[in-house]
Protein backbone atom coordinates (compact mmCIF):
# COMPACT_ATOMS: atom_id res chain seq x y z
CA UNK A 1 0.00 0.00 0.00
CA UNK A 2 1.73 3.39 -1.11
CA UNK A 3 1.02 5.82 1.99
CA UNK A 4 0.76 9.36 1.71
CA UNK A 5 2.85 12.16 3.32
CA UNK A 6 1.11 12.87 6.48
CA UNK A 7 1.05 17.09 6.84
CA UNK A 8 2.70 18.53 9.99
CA UNK A 9 0.37 21.10 10.51
CA UNK A 10 -3.37 21.56 10.37
CA UNK A 11 -3.89 18.31 11.60
CA UNK A 12 -7.26 16.49 11.22
CA UNK A 13 -7.35 14.49 14.20
CA UNK A 14 -5.44 16.06 17.77
CA UNK A 15 -2.13 13.86 19.01
CA UNK A 16 -3.40 10.64 21.11
CA UNK A 17 -1.13 9.59 23.52
CA UNK A 18 -2.68 6.10 23.35
CA UNK A 19 -4.07 3.33 20.79
CA UNK A 20 -6.58 1.86 22.85
CA UNK A 21 -9.53 0.33 21.27
CA UNK A 22 -11.92 2.77 22.24
CA UNK A 23 -9.63 5.62 21.08
CA UNK A 24 -9.19 3.20 17.60
CA UNK A 25 -13.51 3.34 17.70
CA UNK A 26 -13.17 6.71 18.21
CA UNK A 27 -11.17 7.13 15.61
CA UNK A 28 -12.68 5.05 12.84
CA UNK A 29 -16.36 7.39 13.51
CA UNK A 30 -14.64 10.26 12.65
CA UNK A 31 -12.95 8.74 9.51
CA UNK A 32 -16.14 7.36 8.22
CA UNK A 33 -17.95 11.23 9.23
CA UNK A 34 -15.20 12.43 7.16
CA UNK A 35 -15.34 11.00 4.54
CA UNK A 36 -19.53 11.32 3.97
CA UNK A 37 -18.26 15.03 3.98
CA UNK A 38 -15.37 15.01 1.99
CA UNK A 39 -15.34 16.94 -1.33
CA UNK A 40 -11.85 17.30 -2.43
CA UNK A 41 -9.06 14.44 -3.16
CA UNK A 42 -6.51 16.67 -1.21
CA UNK A 43 -8.95 16.32 1.76
CA UNK A 44 -9.45 12.48 0.78
CA UNK A 45 -5.69 12.00 1.10
CA UNK A 46 -5.14 13.67 4.21
CA UNK A 47 -8.32 10.94 5.44
CA UNK A 48 -6.80 8.28 3.91
CA UNK A 49 -3.13 8.43 5.49
CA UNK A 50 -5.07 9.17 8.76
CA UNK A 51 -6.90 5.48 8.16
CA UNK A 52 -2.62 4.12 7.57
CA UNK A 53 -0.94 5.35 10.37
CA UNK A 54 -4.30 4.75 12.71
CA UNK A 55 -4.05 0.81 11.74
CA UNK A 56 -7.59 1.06 10.31
CA UNK A 57 -6.44 0.21 6.59
CA UNK A 58 -8.53 -2.87 7.34
CA UNK A 59 -11.56 -1.39 8.54
CA UNK A 60 -14.41 -3.06 6.25
CA UNK A 61 -16.64 -0.25 6.40
CA UNK A 62 -13.71 2.83 6.01
CA UNK A 63 -12.13 1.20 3.20
CA UNK A 64 -15.47 0.27 0.97
CA UNK A 65 -16.26 3.95 1.52
CA UNK A 66 -12.88 5.28 0.48
CA UNK A 67 -13.47 2.82 -2.50
CA UNK A 68 -17.07 4.52 -3.40
CA UNK A 69 -15.27 7.82 -3.26
CA UNK A 70 -12.38 7.28 -5.73
CA UNK A 71 -14.73 4.68 -7.65
CA UNK A 72 -18.17 6.83 -7.92
CA UNK A 73 -17.26 10.55 -6.97
CA UNK A 74 -17.18 13.04 -9.56
CA UNK A 75 -12.91 13.69 -9.10
CA UNK A 76 -12.95 9.71 -9.14
CA UNK A 77 -9.92 7.68 -9.55
CA UNK A 78 -10.87 4.54 -10.81
CA UNK A 79 -7.29 3.11 -10.91
CA UNK A 80 -6.53 3.81 -7.45
CA UNK A 81 -10.25 2.28 -6.34
CA UNK A 82 -8.68 -0.87 -8.28
CA UNK A 83 -5.92 -0.60 -6.48
CA UNK A 84 -6.93 -0.42 -2.90
CA UNK A 85 -9.41 -3.38 -3.72
CA UNK A 86 -6.83 -5.48 -4.84
CA UNK A 87 -4.88 -4.53 -1.81
CA UNK A 88 -7.14 -5.19 1.00
CA UNK A 89 -7.57 -8.32 2.90
CA UNK A 90 -10.85 -9.20 2.67
CA UNK A 91 -13.65 -7.11 0.46
CA UNK A 92 -17.27 -7.68 0.35
CA UNK A 93 -18.99 -7.13 -2.91
CA UNK A 94 -20.24 -4.06 -2.56
CA UNK A 95 -17.05 -2.78 -3.18
CA UNK A 96 -16.43 -5.29 -6.27
CA UNK A 97 -19.80 -3.84 -7.43
CA UNK A 98 -18.65 0.32 -7.06
CA UNK A 99 -15.61 -0.39 -8.83
CA UNK A 100 -17.61 -2.68 -11.60
CA UNK A 101 -19.85 0.51 -11.88
CA UNK A 102 -17.45 2.91 -12.18
CA UNK A 103 -15.56 1.27 -14.94
CA UNK A 104 -19.26 0.86 -16.55
CA UNK A 105 -19.77 4.63 -16.40
CA UNK A 106 -16.48 5.44 -17.73
CA UNK A 107 -14.25 5.81 -20.97
CA UNK A 108 -13.24 2.04 -20.88
CA UNK A 109 -16.37 -0.07 -19.83
CA UNK A 110 -14.87 -3.18 -20.84
CA UNK A 111 -12.69 -2.92 -17.54
CA UNK A 112 -15.57 -4.04 -15.33
CA UNK A 113 -15.89 -7.34 -17.02
CA UNK A 114 -12.31 -8.11 -16.49
CA UNK A 115 -12.82 -6.65 -12.67
CA UNK A 116 -15.74 -9.21 -12.59
CA UNK A 117 -13.66 -11.93 -13.77
CA UNK A 118 -10.90 -11.16 -10.76
CA UNK A 119 -14.00 -11.08 -8.20
CA UNK A 120 -14.18 -14.52 -9.46
CA UNK A 121 -11.23 -15.74 -9.50
CA UNK A 122 -10.97 -14.55 -5.67
CA UNK A 123 -14.02 -16.25 -4.45
CA UNK A 124 -15.90 -13.32 -3.67
CA UNK A 125 -19.76 -14.03 -4.68
CA UNK A 126 -21.71 -11.27 -7.03
CA UNK A 127 -25.13 -10.23 -5.94
CA UNK A 128 -28.01 -8.75 -8.10
CA UNK A 129 -26.31 -5.48 -7.81
CA UNK A 130 -23.47 -6.65 -9.43
CA UNK A 131 -24.73 -7.84 -12.46
CA UNK A 132 -26.75 -4.40 -14.21
CA UNK A 133 -23.25 -2.56 -14.37
CA UNK A 134 -22.08 -5.25 -16.30
CA UNK A 135 -24.51 -5.57 -18.82
CA UNK A 136 -24.69 -1.45 -18.78
CA UNK A 137 -20.54 -2.13 -19.47
CA UNK A 138 -21.41 -4.46 -22.30
CA UNK A 139 -24.38 -2.48 -23.94
CA UNK A 140 -21.64 0.61 -23.72
CA UNK A 141 -18.93 -1.24 -25.43
CA UNK A 142 -21.01 -3.93 -27.47
CA UNK A 143 -19.39 -6.39 -26.14
CA UNK A 144 -21.90 -9.35 -27.17
CA UNK A 145 -20.08 -12.19 -26.71
CA UNK A 146 -19.17 -11.32 -23.11
CA UNK A 147 -22.59 -10.46 -22.05
CA UNK A 148 -23.84 -13.82 -23.03
CA UNK A 149 -21.47 -15.33 -20.97
CA UNK A 150 -22.44 -12.96 -18.02
CA UNK A 151 -25.91 -13.94 -18.82
CA UNK A 152 -24.91 -17.50 -17.86
CA UNK A 153 -23.36 -16.29 -14.50
CA UNK A 154 -27.17 -14.59 -13.86
CA UNK A 155 -28.74 -17.92 -14.65
CA UNK A 156 -26.38 -19.76 -12.17
CA UNK A 157 -26.67 -17.91 -9.04
CA UNK A 158 -30.38 -17.46 -9.63
CA UNK A 159 -31.02 -14.21 -10.24
CA UNK A 160 -33.07 -15.34 -13.42
CA UNK A 161 -36.21 -13.48 -11.96
CA UNK A 162 -34.60 -10.32 -10.85
CA UNK A 163 -36.52 -7.24 -12.34
CA UNK A 164 -33.74 -5.38 -11.79
CA UNK A 165 -31.21 -7.22 -13.75
CA UNK A 166 -33.74 -8.43 -16.57
CA UNK A 167 -34.12 -4.81 -17.28
CA UNK A 168 -30.19 -4.37 -18.02
CA UNK A 169 -30.45 -7.67 -19.61
CA UNK A 170 -33.00 -6.50 -22.06
CA UNK A 171 -30.73 -3.18 -22.51
CA UNK A 172 -28.02 -4.68 -23.58
CA UNK A 173 -29.58 -7.28 -25.99
CA UNK A 174 -31.34 -4.25 -27.69
CA UNK A 175 -28.01 -1.86 -27.61
CA UNK A 176 -26.37 -4.95 -29.27
CA UNK A 177 -29.33 -5.07 -32.04
CA UNK A 178 -30.19 -8.64 -30.89
CA UNK A 179 -33.88 -8.24 -30.99
CA UNK A 180 -35.33 -11.87 -30.34
CA UNK A 181 -33.19 -12.13 -27.42
CA UNK A 182 -33.97 -9.06 -25.92
CA UNK A 183 -37.71 -9.86 -26.66
CA UNK A 184 -37.32 -13.54 -25.61
CA UNK A 185 -35.85 -11.99 -21.80
CA UNK A 186 -38.56 -9.73 -21.32
CA UNK A 187 -41.21 -12.00 -22.30
CA UNK A 188 -40.15 -14.75 -19.97
CA UNK A 189 -40.07 -12.18 -17.75
CA UNK A 190 -42.15 -13.03 -14.66
CA UNK A 191 -41.99 -9.81 -12.98
CA UNK A 192 -42.21 -6.39 -14.84
CA UNK A 193 -41.99 -2.90 -14.43
CA UNK A 194 -42.31 0.14 -16.31
CA UNK A 195 -38.27 0.16 -17.26
CA UNK A 196 -39.11 -3.16 -18.38
CA UNK A 197 -41.74 -2.16 -21.00
CA UNK A 198 -39.33 1.00 -21.35
CA UNK A 199 -36.22 -1.17 -22.41
CA UNK A 200 -38.18 -3.66 -24.51
CA UNK A 201 -39.85 -0.57 -26.76
CA UNK A 202 -36.43 0.90 -26.95
CA UNK A 203 -34.61 -2.48 -28.48
CA UNK A 204 -37.15 -2.48 -31.02
CA UNK A 205 -37.01 1.04 -31.99
CA UNK A 206 -33.08 1.00 -32.46
CA UNK A 207 -33.49 -2.42 -34.81
CA UNK A 208 -36.51 -0.39 -36.56
CA UNK A 209 -39.00 -3.47 -35.75
CA UNK A 210 -41.66 -0.53 -35.51
CA UNK A 211 -44.51 -2.13 -35.37
CA UNK A 212 -43.28 -4.40 -32.60
CA UNK A 213 -42.67 -0.93 -30.36
CA UNK A 214 -45.47 0.33 -30.97
CA UNK A 215 -47.24 -3.22 -30.08
CA UNK A 216 -45.10 -3.11 -27.13
CA UNK A 217 -46.47 0.12 -25.83
CA UNK A 218 -50.27 -0.81 -26.76
CA UNK A 219 -49.83 -4.08 -24.64
CA UNK A 220 -48.22 -1.86 -21.72
CA UNK A 221 -51.40 0.29 -21.38
CA UNK A 222 -53.27 -2.97 -21.71
CA UNK A 223 -51.79 -4.90 -18.74
CA UNK A 224 -52.25 -1.74 -16.58
CA UNK A 225 -48.88 0.04 -16.26
CA UNK A 226 -49.03 4.03 -16.79
CA UNK A 227 -46.41 4.84 -19.43
CA UNK A 228 -43.75 7.51 -18.52
CA UNK A 229 -42.27 10.54 -19.91
CA UNK A 230 -39.19 7.69 -21.45
CA UNK A 231 -42.07 5.10 -22.76
CA UNK A 232 -43.56 8.45 -24.61
CA UNK A 233 -40.51 9.58 -26.16
CA UNK A 234 -39.54 6.28 -27.53
CA UNK A 235 -42.80 5.79 -28.55
CA UNK A 236 -42.43 9.20 -30.67
CA UNK A 237 -39.09 8.50 -31.88
CA UNK A 238 -40.47 5.10 -33.64
CA UNK A 239 -43.75 7.59 -35.44
CA UNK A 240 -40.43 9.23 -36.58
CA UNK A 241 -39.25 6.38 -38.65
CA UNK A 242 -42.53 5.24 -39.65
CA UNK A 243 -43.43 8.45 -40.83
CA UNK A 244 -46.82 7.94 -39.12
CA UNK A 245 -48.63 11.27 -38.08
CA UNK A 246 -52.00 10.40 -37.30
CA UNK A 247 -49.64 8.00 -34.84
CA UNK A 248 -47.16 10.39 -33.24
CA UNK A 249 -50.85 12.59 -33.03
CA UNK A 250 -52.62 9.62 -30.97
CA UNK A 251 -49.08 9.42 -28.58
CA UNK A 252 -49.75 13.31 -28.11
CA UNK A 253 -53.32 12.86 -26.73
CA UNK A 254 -52.43 10.37 -24.46
CA UNK A 255 -49.81 12.42 -22.61
CA UNK A 256 -52.50 15.16 -22.68
CA UNK A 257 -55.15 12.58 -21.62
CA UNK A 258 -52.80 11.40 -18.50
CA UNK A 259 -51.95 15.09 -17.14
CA UNK A 260 -47.98 14.54 -18.22
CA UNK A 261 -45.79 18.17 -18.08
CA UNK A 262 -44.33 19.08 -20.98
CA UNK A 263 -40.80 18.99 -19.69
CA UNK A 264 -37.80 19.75 -22.14
CA UNK A 265 -37.14 15.70 -23.59
CA UNK A 266 -40.56 15.45 -23.69
CA UNK A 267 -41.78 18.95 -25.30
CA UNK A 268 -38.85 18.41 -27.67
CA UNK A 269 -39.61 14.72 -28.37
CA UNK A 270 -42.81 16.31 -30.05
CA UNK A 271 -41.61 19.08 -31.66
CA UNK A 272 -38.98 16.74 -33.54
CA UNK A 273 -42.24 13.90 -34.46
CA UNK A 274 -44.35 16.81 -35.99
CA UNK A 275 -41.34 18.69 -37.93
CA UNK A 276 -40.30 15.37 -39.40
CA UNK A 277 -43.91 14.20 -40.15
CA UNK A 278 -44.61 17.18 -42.25
CA UNK A 279 -46.93 19.12 -39.57
CA UNK A 280 -44.49 22.28 -38.68
CA UNK A 281 -47.61 24.07 -37.56
CA UNK A 282 -48.33 21.91 -35.05
CA UNK A 283 -44.31 21.83 -34.08
CA UNK A 284 -44.76 25.71 -33.40
CA UNK A 285 -47.78 25.23 -31.51
CA UNK A 286 -46.02 22.56 -29.17
CA UNK A 287 -42.91 25.01 -28.95
CA UNK A 288 -44.72 27.69 -28.31
CA UNK A 289 -46.92 26.26 -25.34
CA UNK A 290 -43.52 24.83 -23.76
CA UNK A 291 -42.66 27.04 -20.21
CA UNK A 292 -38.91 25.42 -20.88
CA UNK A 293 -36.87 24.82 -23.97
CA UNK A 294 -33.40 23.94 -23.68
CA UNK A 295 -31.06 23.84 -26.52
CA UNK A 296 -32.58 20.84 -28.42
CA UNK A 297 -35.61 22.18 -28.16
CA UNK A 298 -34.67 25.50 -30.56
CA UNK A 299 -32.63 23.24 -32.38
CA UNK A 300 -34.84 20.90 -32.86
CA UNK A 301 -37.86 24.00 -34.03
CA UNK A 302 -35.25 25.62 -35.88
CA UNK A 303 -33.75 22.67 -38.14
CA UNK A 304 -37.69 21.77 -38.68
CA UNK A 305 -38.65 25.18 -39.95
CA UNK A 306 -35.51 25.32 -42.53
CA UNK A 307 -36.27 21.18 -43.85
CA UNK A 308 -39.18 22.08 -44.94
CA UNK A 309 -38.77 25.64 -46.59
CA UNK A 310 -39.68 27.96 -43.66
CA UNK A 311 -36.30 29.39 -44.13
CA UNK A 312 -36.66 33.15 -42.94
CA UNK A 313 -39.05 31.96 -39.91
CA UNK A 314 -35.68 29.69 -38.94
CA UNK A 315 -33.75 32.34 -38.93
CA UNK A 316 -35.43 34.53 -36.90
CA UNK A 317 -35.84 32.34 -34.49
CA UNK A 318 -32.30 31.19 -34.57
CA UNK A 319 -32.22 34.96 -33.61
CA UNK A 320 -34.80 35.25 -31.16
CA UNK A 321 -32.95 32.45 -29.13
CA UNK A 322 -29.67 34.44 -28.96
CA UNK A 323 -31.19 37.40 -28.10
CA UNK A 324 -33.70 36.66 -25.38
CA UNK A 325 -32.40 33.48 -23.79
CA UNK A 326 -29.48 32.60 -21.75
CA UNK A 327 -28.94 29.30 -24.16
CA UNK A 328 -26.33 28.83 -26.67
CA UNK A 329 -26.14 27.10 -29.83
CA UNK A 330 -25.01 23.82 -30.53
CA UNK A 331 -24.05 21.79 -33.59
CA UNK A 332 -28.11 20.87 -34.80
CA UNK A 333 -28.85 24.75 -34.27
CA UNK A 334 -26.25 25.70 -36.97
CA UNK A 335 -27.43 22.51 -39.41
CA UNK A 336 -30.24 24.07 -39.24
CA UNK A 337 -29.33 27.64 -40.10
CA UNK A 338 -27.11 26.65 -42.82
CA UNK A 339 -29.73 24.66 -44.06
CA UNK A 340 -31.81 27.63 -44.03
CA UNK A 341 -28.94 29.59 -45.37
CA UNK A 342 -29.14 27.33 -48.15
CA UNK A 343 -33.01 26.85 -48.59
CA UNK A 344 -33.43 30.91 -49.10
CA UNK A 345 -29.94 31.38 -51.01
CA UNK A 346 -28.10 33.64 -48.30
CA UNK A 347 -24.61 32.73 -49.56
CA UNK A 348 -22.88 35.69 -47.10
CA UNK A 349 -25.06 35.01 -44.34
CA UNK A 350 -24.37 31.20 -44.82
CA UNK A 351 -20.34 31.79 -45.22
CA UNK A 352 -20.76 34.24 -41.79
CA UNK A 353 -22.84 31.66 -39.33
CA UNK A 354 -20.34 28.83 -40.98
CA UNK A 355 -17.26 30.68 -40.03
CA UNK A 356 -18.84 32.10 -36.44
CA UNK A 357 -19.27 28.33 -35.88
CA UNK A 358 -16.20 28.23 -34.68
CA UNK A 359 -14.47 31.60 -34.18
CA UNK A 360 -17.27 33.14 -31.89
CA UNK A 361 -18.55 29.65 -30.24
CA UNK A 362 -16.47 27.43 -30.40
CA UNK A 363 -18.44 24.98 -31.96
CA UNK A 364 -16.13 22.50 -34.44
CA UNK A 365 -18.03 21.98 -37.82
CA UNK A 366 -18.37 18.39 -38.71
CA UNK A 367 -18.68 16.77 -41.83
CA UNK A 368 -22.62 17.54 -41.88
CA UNK A 369 -21.61 21.07 -41.57
CA UNK A 370 -19.23 21.01 -44.58
CA UNK A 371 -21.35 18.97 -46.65
CA UNK A 372 -24.23 22.07 -45.47
CA UNK A 373 -21.98 24.82 -46.76
CA UNK A 374 -20.77 22.74 -50.14
CA UNK A 375 -25.06 23.27 -51.12
CA UNK A 376 -25.14 26.60 -50.22
CA UNK A 377 -22.39 27.63 -53.16
CA UNK A 378 -24.06 24.95 -54.60
CA UNK A 379 -27.66 25.69 -55.17
CA UNK A 380 -26.47 29.27 -55.48
CA UNK A 381 -24.78 28.48 -58.93
CA UNK A 382 -20.78 29.07 -57.41
CA UNK A 383 -19.56 25.86 -58.41
CA UNK A 384 -16.21 26.70 -58.65
CA UNK A 385 -15.77 28.50 -55.11
CA UNK A 386 -17.80 25.13 -53.40
CA UNK A 387 -15.17 23.20 -55.29
CA UNK A 388 -12.77 25.26 -53.89
CA UNK A 389 -14.13 24.99 -50.26
CA UNK A 390 -14.02 21.06 -50.71
CA UNK A 391 -10.26 20.78 -51.97
CA UNK A 392 -9.38 23.54 -48.32
CA UNK A 393 -11.17 21.03 -46.19
CA UNK A 394 -9.45 20.58 -43.15
CA UNK A 395 -10.56 16.62 -43.26
CA UNK A 396 -11.26 14.47 -46.09
CA UNK A 397 -14.42 14.61 -47.69
CA UNK A 398 -17.01 11.86 -47.85
CA UNK A 399 -18.61 10.53 -50.79
CA UNK A 400 -21.92 13.05 -49.93
CA UNK A 401 -19.82 16.11 -49.94
CA UNK A 402 -18.74 15.06 -53.52
CA UNK A 403 -22.26 13.79 -54.73
CA UNK A 404 -24.09 17.72 -53.61
CA UNK A 405 -21.65 19.05 -56.06
CA UNK A 406 -22.19 16.99 -58.95
CA UNK A 407 -25.88 16.91 -58.43
CA UNK A 408 -25.49 20.60 -58.65
CA UNK A 409 -23.42 20.60 -61.86
CA UNK A 410 -26.37 18.24 -63.91
CA UNK A 411 -28.58 21.62 -62.67
CA UNK A 412 -27.02 24.95 -63.57
CA UNK A 413 -25.36 25.51 -66.68
CA UNK A 414 -21.51 24.69 -66.28
CA UNK A 415 -20.46 24.67 -69.21
CA UNK A 416 -17.40 27.44 -67.92
CA UNK A 417 -16.68 24.61 -65.28
CA UNK A 418 -16.30 21.72 -67.08
CA UNK A 419 -13.27 20.18 -65.39
CA UNK A 420 -15.08 20.93 -62.16
CA UNK A 421 -17.48 18.30 -63.32
CA UNK A 422 -14.77 15.88 -64.57
CA UNK A 423 -12.75 16.44 -61.13
CA UNK A 424 -15.78 15.90 -59.22
CA UNK A 425 -16.78 12.84 -61.37
CA UNK A 426 -13.64 10.82 -61.22
CA UNK A 427 -13.49 11.18 -57.60
CA UNK A 428 -16.78 10.43 -56.80
CA UNK A 429 -16.15 7.36 -58.76
CA UNK A 430 -13.06 6.57 -56.89
CA UNK A 431 -15.17 6.52 -53.20
CA UNK A 432 -18.25 4.53 -54.50
CA UNK A 433 -17.81 2.79 -57.77
CA UNK A 434 -20.44 0.77 -57.41
CA UNK A 435 -23.18 2.80 -55.70
CA UNK A 436 -25.93 2.99 -59.00
CA UNK A 437 -27.14 6.25 -57.87
CA UNK A 438 -23.35 8.30 -58.96
CA UNK A 439 -23.20 6.29 -61.98
CA UNK A 440 -26.98 7.46 -62.88
CA UNK A 441 -26.47 10.64 -62.40
CA UNK A 442 -23.17 10.61 -64.62
CA UNK A 443 -25.15 8.90 -67.58
CA UNK A 444 -27.58 11.63 -67.37
CA UNK A 445 -25.10 14.40 -67.31
CA UNK A 446 -23.48 12.73 -70.79
CA UNK A 447 -26.87 12.47 -72.22
CA UNK A 448 -27.68 16.32 -71.16
CA UNK A 449 -24.38 17.24 -73.22
CA UNK A 450 -24.86 15.20 -76.48
CA UNK A 451 -22.50 12.63 -75.37
CA UNK A 452 -24.57 9.73 -75.83
CA UNK A 453 -21.78 7.43 -76.42
CA UNK A 454 -20.40 7.88 -73.22
CA UNK A 455 -24.06 7.50 -71.63
CA UNK A 456 -24.96 4.68 -73.24
CA UNK A 457 -21.34 3.21 -71.75
CA UNK A 458 -22.19 4.35 -68.26
CA UNK A 459 -25.79 2.29 -68.59
CA UNK A 460 -24.15 -0.59 -70.10
CA UNK A 461 -21.61 -0.99 -67.54
CA UNK A 462 -24.65 -0.72 -64.59
CA UNK A 463 -25.74 -3.41 -66.45
CA UNK A 464 -22.74 -5.70 -66.93
CA UNK A 465 -22.59 -5.69 -63.07
CA UNK A 466 -25.76 -6.04 -62.32
CA UNK A 467 -26.52 -2.41 -60.49
CA UNK A 468 -29.89 -1.12 -60.22
CA UNK A 469 -31.42 2.49 -60.15
CA UNK A 470 -32.93 2.04 -56.81
CA UNK A 471 -36.75 2.80 -57.52
CA UNK A 472 -38.53 5.74 -56.40
CA UNK A 473 -40.25 5.78 -53.71
CA UNK A 474 -43.56 7.83 -52.30
CA UNK A 475 -46.42 7.08 -49.56
CA UNK A 476 -49.36 8.73 -48.60
CA UNK A 477 -51.22 8.04 -44.62
CA UNK A 478 -54.69 6.24 -45.51
CA UNK A 479 -56.86 5.66 -41.98
CA UNK A 480 -53.50 5.83 -39.82
CA UNK A 481 -51.54 3.55 -41.70
CA UNK A 482 -48.76 3.97 -43.97
CA UNK A 483 -49.06 2.97 -48.02
CA UNK A 484 -45.76 2.77 -49.60
CA UNK A 485 -45.84 3.09 -53.80
CA UNK A 486 -42.47 2.25 -55.55
CA UNK A 487 -41.47 3.39 -59.08
CA UNK A 488 -42.55 0.19 -61.01
CA UNK A 489 -44.56 -1.70 -58.45
CA UNK A 490 -48.20 -3.00 -60.23
CA UNK A 491 -48.82 -5.50 -57.50
CA UNK A 492 -51.61 -3.18 -56.20
CA UNK A 493 -54.86 -5.02 -56.96
CA UNK A 494 -56.48 -1.08 -57.19
CA UNK A 495 -54.12 0.29 -59.15
CA UNK A 496 -56.41 0.39 -62.59
CA UNK A 497 -58.35 2.55 -60.79
CA UNK A 498 -55.81 4.37 -59.24
CA UNK A 499 -54.43 5.13 -62.91
CA UNK A 500 -58.14 6.48 -63.94
CA UNK A 501 -58.80 8.84 -61.06
CA UNK A 502 -55.32 10.00 -62.38
CA UNK A 503 -55.94 10.21 -65.73
CA UNK A 504 -59.47 12.38 -64.49
CA UNK A 505 -57.48 14.42 -62.68
CA UNK A 506 -54.75 15.70 -65.37
CA UNK A 507 -57.86 16.14 -68.03
CA UNK A 508 -59.17 18.60 -65.24
CA UNK A 509 -56.14 20.11 -64.98
CA UNK A 510 -55.98 20.88 -68.49
CA UNK A 511 -59.33 22.13 -68.62
CA UNK A 512 -58.96 24.52 -66.38
CA UNK A 513 -55.76 25.69 -67.84
CA UNK A 514 -57.24 25.71 -71.58
CA UNK A 515 -60.42 28.07 -69.57
CA UNK A 516 -58.17 30.14 -68.44
Known amino acids: MVRFKIPTTNHIFPPEPTNSISNLLSKSHQC ?14 QIHAQIQVSGLQNHAHLLSELIRFYALSPSKNLSYARSLLYNSAASAPISWNMVIRGYASSDTPREAVLIFLDMKRRGVRPNKLTFPFLFKACAESFALEE ?7 VVKCGLACDVYVNNNLVHFYGSCKKVLDAREVF ?48 A ?41 CGAVGYARLVFNTMKERNVWTWS ?15 LKLFLTMMKSSSIRPNYVTFLGVLCACSHAGMVDDGCRYFNEMERVHRIKPMMIHYGAMVDI ?30 SACSIHDANDVKEVQDVVRKRLLELEPKRSGNLVIIANMYAEDGMWDKAAN ?31 DDSYVDLEVTYELLDSLNLHMKMMNFLS
Not at 32 to 45: A, G, Q, V, Y
Not at 201 to 225: H, N, P, Q, R
Not at 241 to 267: A, D
Open 300 to 314: AMILGLAQHGYATEA
Open 32 to 45: LTLLKLCSSTNHLS
Open 236 to 276: LSACVKLGNLSLGKWIHSQVIERGMVLNCQLGTALVDMYTK
Open 147 to 153: GKQIHVE
Open 377 to 406: LARAGHLKEAYNFITNMPIEPDPIVWRTLL
Open 458 to 488: VRRVMKDVGLKKIGGESSIELGGSIRRFYCG
Open 187 to 234: DEMGERSVVSWNAVITACVESCWLGDAIGYFVKMMDFGFEPDETTMVV
